[in-house]
């Protein structure tokens, strides 16, 4: 089992920043990537809007909407990912959840396979931005 524990939410006005943690800790096995989701309060957080993505060896993705004001990175050690939030907008409050992408040991061939065949979630924190 996985557990993520996310921190850094919080409220701000419009052009503000925040940065997001996540953690992961139990039995993290063949991690592939971490992600950030948001999404709606009350709201499955499986079908929330992507929002950033990093793989293990550094490779990020983010959202149109997020692009050169969000800035993802993450501590491997640690086991820990970061999302900096800067140049807030209105548009941007919502519930915001991690997820970490794992995939399955294969004996056969001694390595990781099946990249995110198994994903865990957080529990989310919340961020609202005021105008």
């Known amino acids: 089992q996985v557990e993520l524990e996310e921190s850094g939410g919080g409220s701000v006005q419009t052009g503000g920043s925040l940065r997001l943690s996540c953690t992961a800790s139990?039995?993290?096995?063949?991690?592939?990537?971490m992600n950030w989701y948001r999404q709606a309060p009350g709201r499955e957080p499986k079908t929330g809007a992507f929002?950033?993505?990093?793989?293990?060896?550094?490779?990020?993705t983010y959202a149109d909407f997020v692009k050169d004001r969000f800035t993802i990175s993450q501590d491997n050690a640690k086991s820990t990912v970061y999302l900096q939030m800067n140049n807030l907008k209105p548009e941007d409050s919502a519930i915001y959840y991690c997820k970490i992408d794992l995939g399955v040991w294969n004996s056969d061939v001694n390595d990781c396979v099946r990249p995110g065949a198994l994903s865990y979630w957080g529990q989310g924190t919340p961020v609202t931005v005021s105008s």
């Open positions: 929002v950033a993505r990093i793989e293990v060896g550094g490779t990020s």
């Open positions: 139990g039995a993290i096995f063949c991690k592939h990537a």
